[in-house]
């Protein structure tokens, strides 16, 4: 779901010397939870009742989650949030 989100495979990146790793982070909290039905399977009986899953995914028109760039340099705890401004993405 976060490719389909985001539109990329990977979240992360090393620096060309190794000494820092960028990553992005993806806020979920306001995107709406759905409970999907999970059969289970691998089983001689099958469970009565399917196991409800819930997870988190947006319909057009709803809130997507927000996403931040975070820098850690390695050795160091935290990592710091990098600010940048939003942009509008023309697609011709």
């Known amino acids: 779901m976060r490719r389909k989100i985001v539109g990329i ?3 992360f990146g090393w620096s060309p010397d190794r000494d820092y790793l960028a990553f992005l982070r993806l806020n979920e909290a306001s995107v709406p939870t759905y409970t999907d039905l999970y059969y289970q399977t691998g089983h001689d009986i099958a469970p009565a009742y399917p196991l409800n899953h819930d997870i988190r ?3 057009v ?3 997507t989650p927000t996403t931040t760039f975070h820098l850690l340099k ?9 600010e940048f401004e939003s942009f509008d993405q023309k697609i011709s």
Not at 74 to 82: F, L, R, W
């Open 74 to 82: 390695v050795g160091e705890a935290e990592a710091a949030k990098v």
């Open 57 to 59: 995914y947006r319909n």
């Open 9 to 11: 495979r990977k979240h």
């Open 61 to 63: 028109g709803e809130t």
